[in-house]
């Protein structure tokens, strides 16, 4: 995994001057995505293990998506009415 460079005082300053500013617009727009986003990528930059545990979260929910999605089950009358592969001469 990439790992960043440890931030500079002036660095940490700003990002998290940043992420308060980013919260406050959350708490009045909860639903917006991209807010959130931005929120949570300098998070990830003031502690490099959250990082690892949202990828770990979202891997387990695509996981879990795929286990309970099926495909659509065929029906032998399905099949049937499928055209033939070889034409009748």
Same mark, same amino acid.
């Given at each position: !995994?990439?790992?960043?460079?440890?931030?500079?005082?002036?660095?940490?300053?700003?990002?998290?001057?940043?992420?308060?500013?980013?919260?406050?617009?959350?708490?009045? !727009?909860?639903?917006?995505?991209?807010?959130?986003?931005?929120?949570?990528?300098?998070?990830? +930059?003031?502690?490099?293990?959250? +990082?690892?545990?949202?990828?770990?979260?979202?891997?387990?929910? !695509? &996981?879990?998506? &795929?286990?309970?999605?099926?495909?659509?089950?065929?029906?032998?009358?399905?099949?049937?009415? &499928?055209?033939?592969?070889?034409?009748?001469?």
């Amino acid at each position: !995994m990439y790992r960043t460079p440890a931030l500079q005082g002036w660095q940490r300053t700003n990002v998290v001057a940043a992420a308060n500013c980013l919260r406050e617009q959350i708490s009045r !727009m909860p639903e917006d995505q991209k807010l959130r986003g931005a929120y949570e990528g300098l998070l990830d +930059l003031l502690d490099p293990s959250l +990082l690892l545990l949202r990828k770990q979260r979202e891997q387990k929910e !695509m &996981a879990d998506a &795929a286990r309970h999605a099926r495909p659509p089950s065929r029906t032998s009358a399905g099949r049937r009415s &499928a055209a033939p592969l070889i034409a009748a001469k």
